[in-house]
């Protein structure tokens, strides 16, 4: 059932005047996959889902849903269901009418529309709160709510604005894991916007990473997190993010705070690279770079140190044993495939 | 003993408390009240004692024109009044002119704003122009439309009538013509009032849900029909309320326009009452008649309000 929702975007520009939201984006999305649009705020995922959904135009580039130009089809034309980050639902109407009015619209015979309406609401677990209005249920109510009227349908990609963003933090990651086993279950295309990379890497099957209007990564999360194409995404991915230093590299290694690790890169010859690794891949102890521990973070079962090498920040994630205290000094080093090079003037990868 | 003694001892102690705050808030009331004194006083003096003052006229007989006829009658005026096909009249003619203006109102206000609402530049501008009649007073606005737009062969309506081919209209003078003309003219000056209103209201609806009702395949159609008018409702139930209870008093456009005529065409029930007291002179029947007004606007807005309330 879900050959339906294959999606294209050929060298889509967004121009709002003289500024530019989106330059030259180009992505496919496979039927029955889970895609995220992940970037920080202002990078230009919310517009391209906009224009995916129809709600606004392209400057210029085309859409393909399903191998058909939907370029200038109106939303309504699209068959395509969204979740808005404020929910948009009718507040006039009670939870039952919400959910039936994409089948009114769709001209479904009433017979069928109340079992449909009962189905959907039973699924997001709101079938007891049919006869409430908007205004009378809580946050993570009107987000099933939402949830129901988009899946409803059964249009053939779904569409999230940041569905989670406006719950409390417990009920976010429980909404999370439902949403993903919907998604599975129901099979559909789903198209999600966040700028939570904890998000994106736990629900997605692949991810485009946006920054400034430009895609600079589509990948798996696991190809993302372990193979950042740019220091932007090294920066954006991971919490805490990588760590990032400027360092001196020479024929295979490259110098830290004056001391010097392997890398797996073989080039010779000497140049400023940007260093960076993982808070997790950092070990500590052995004959490692000298440095002092300014601030310990207890996160219960792991604890984040800030350590100084000579004047830069960098951050470790250790185990809850052997903790450093503030003002201990340590040494730390880390494998050589743990060590990402960045080019210090166009910020891409290295190696 | 002692603990019996300790009890009193506190209850007196309570009592004293609470004569403490009750002298407060005693002076506190006396204070509130000296305050609200004026208003209260200038608002029984202009609005209680005057509707006092009419029952108790409207059940004497009394006539400047033969005051020696005077006296008290009882419900005497009011038995006249029911058997009065010209108070009948004017009470449809009230009903006709209340109930046409209003729903006018709506209808061009609600088209109005929402025309506005989609206005890319200009709103503004468009805001200031719209709201210029309602500052007019009515009785200017009835000179204006009498002289500059309705008058014979200069006027700019008959003008253009003539223009359109249909031949110069004698506005005023016709029994029909008179009364769409005073319709309009109550129309033309108060339907910026519901274009406020409801344009307010308009602004004030968020525009995601019209995103989402795109998404849900709703036309345009639709969306009013299932969206915009549900939501707008409200207001539109307080423009009709408010319009309605103006509409059934207003006097001063029709008084100058057309005086009533011609003959009793655009007579409302408010015109007739003034015929009657300072016309004909004849105070005691004219209160009656105002009485009756009175009675009529309560009902209907008591049925306004219990629709409002009701759904």
Excluded at chain 1, 65 to 92: C, N, W
Excluded at chain 2, 214 to 227: G, K, P, V
Aim: charged share 20%.
């Amino acid at each position: 059932m879900s050959a339906r929702g294959q999606v294209v975007f050929k060298d889509i520009w967004k121009k709002h005047g003289e500024f530019v939201a989106l330059k030259n984006v180009n992505f496919e999305i496979e039927p029955g996959e889970f895609f995220a649009l992940l970037g920080p705020s202002g990078s230009g995922k919310s517009t391209t889902l906009r224009i995916l959904a129809g709600l606004d135009a392209p400057t210029a580039g085309q859409v393909f849903i399903d191998g058909k130009d939907v370029t200038g089809a109106d939303a309504a034309e699209r068959d395509v269901a969204m979740v808005f980050q404020s929910y948009a639902l009718y507040p006039h109407m009670t939870v039952a009418e919400n959910i039936s009015f994409p089948l009114e619209m769709a001209k479904m015979p009433k017979a069928e529309i109340a079992p449909a309406v009962f189905d959907a609401a039973r699924k997001v677990k709101i079938e007891h709160l049919l006869d409430r209005r908007p205004g009378q249920l809580s946050g993570g109510q009107q987000q099933r709510c939402a949830l129901a009227r988009a899946i409803v349908r059964k249009a053939r990609l779904f569409l999230l604005d940041e569905p989670l963003s406006n719950l409390d933090a417990k009920l976010r990651l429980e909404t999370r894991v439902e949403l993903k086993k919907l998604q599975r279950s129901l099979g559909m295309t789903a198209v999600y916007v966040t700028h939570d990379q904890e998000e994106a890497m736990t629900l997605a099957d692949r991810m485009a990473v946006f920054m400034a209007g430009e895609i600079q990564q589509i990948g798996t999360p696991e190809e993302v997190f372990a193979k950042p194409n740019s220091i932007d995404i090294a920066g954006f991915i991971g919490n805490p993010p990588m760590n990032l230093v400027q360092a001196k590299y020479q024929d295979g290694d490259v110098f830290l705070g004056g001391h010097k690790f392997e890398t797996t890169m073989q080039a010779a010859g000497s140049r400023d690279v940007v260093a960076g690794i993982r808070p997790g891949a950092i070990r500590l102890g052995g004959d490692g770079l000298q440095s002092r521990v300014d601030l310990v973070e207890h996160l219960g079962d792991t604890a984040v140190l800030d350590l100084d090498i000579g004047g830069a920040l960098m951050r470790v994630r250790v185990s809850d044993e052997n903790v450093p205290k503030e003002g201990d000094t340590v040494a730390i080093t880390a494998r050589p495939q743990d060590i990402h090079l960045f080019d210090s003037q166009t910020r891409m990868r290295l190696s | 003993m002692a603990s019996a003694g300790n009890t009193a001892a506190t209850d007196v102690a309570g009592v004293a408390y609470s004569d403490f705050g009750h002298v407060l808030a005693q002076r506190e009331r006396r204070f509130a009240t000296l305050l609200l004194a004026p208003a209260f006083l200038a608002l029984l003096a202009t609005t209680t004692f005057p509707l006092l003052f009419l029952i108790y006229t409207s059940a004497y007989r009394m006539d400047l024109s033969m005051p020696f006829l005077n006296g008290f009658v009882g419900l005497e005026n009011y038995k006249v009044l029911l058997s009065d096909d010209r108070f009948w009249h004017s009470l449809v003619v009230s009903l006709v002119y209340t109930i046409s203006t209003v729903i006018l109102q709506v209808i061009v206000g609600l088209a109005l704003a929402l025309f506005v609402m989609n206005m890319k530049r200009g709103q503004g501008w468009f805001r200031v122009i719209a709201i210029l009649p309602v500052v007019l007073s009515p009785a200017v606005v009835g000179m204006i439309w009498r002289t500059f737009m309705l008058a014979p062969e200069f006027g700019i309506i008959d003008y253009l009538a003539i223009s359109a081919g249909l031949g110069s209209k004698n506005w005023l003078g016709d029994p029909f013509l008179a009364m769409v003309s005073v319709v309009v003219i109550h129309t033309w000056q108060w339907t910026p009032f519901a274009f406020m209103v409801l344009l307010a209201s308009l602004a004030s609806l968020p525009e995601d849900i019209y995103e989402a009702a795109r998404i849900d395949r709703a036309s345009a159609w639709q969306r009013f029909r299932r969206i915009t008018l549900p939501l707008l409702r409200p207001a539109i139930v307080m423009v009709i309320i408010m319009r309605t209870m103006v509409a059934l008093t207003a006097f001063a456009a029709i008084f100058t326009v057309t005086g009533g005529g011609p003959g009793t065409a655009t007579e409302i029930l408010n015109l007739y009452a003034y015929r009657k007291s300072f016309t004909e002179l004849s105070i005691g029947y004219g209160s009656a008649l105002a009485v009756a007004l009175l009675i009529v606007t309560v009902i209907i807005s008591a049925i306004l309000f219990a629709i409002r309330r009701g759904k």
